[in-house]
């Protein structure tokens, strides 16, 4: 499966930013789905994970409460709905796919998409 992930752009302090993930080659209903994000200067981290039927989701504790992972398997998509967004926020995020279970752990992850830039001012 190849995953794009697209919608980052430059943000003030308190906005909110929909990032997409399209997914091409393969269903992406197959797959449970990630969000990782790398801040500038830090390693990848884990955002937010939903399993291939988008009745689980778990969230990094930073995020909780204020970002959304959904999919839409009829369209090939997830999506991250990030609201209240804060500087620290600024990163690269990824989308990501793994067979078998949600997992916060980016190694198990096998698919990767390319980044999208999000960027929050204060």
């Known amino acids: 499966v190849q995953l794009q992930a697209s919608g980052g752009g430059l943000v003030q302090a308190g906005d909110s930013l929909r990032l997409s993930c399209s997914a091409s080659g393969r269903s992406v209903s197959r797959y449970s789905m990630g969000w990782f994000r790398r801040p500038p200067g830090k390693e990848r981290e884990f955002v937010a994970t939903?399993?291939?039927?988008?009745?689980?989701?778990y969230y990094a504790d930073p995020v909780k409460g204020r970002f959304t992972i959904s999919r839409d398997n009829a369209k090939n998509m997830v999506y991250l709905q990030m609201t209240s967004l804060k500087p620290e926020d600024t990163a690269i995020y990824y989308c990501a796919a793994r067979t078998f279970y949600s997992s916060t752990s980016s190694p198990v992850y096998q698919y990767w998409g390319q980044g999208t830039q999000v960027t929050v001012s204060s």
């Open positions: 939903i399993n291939s039927n988008g009745g689980s989701t």
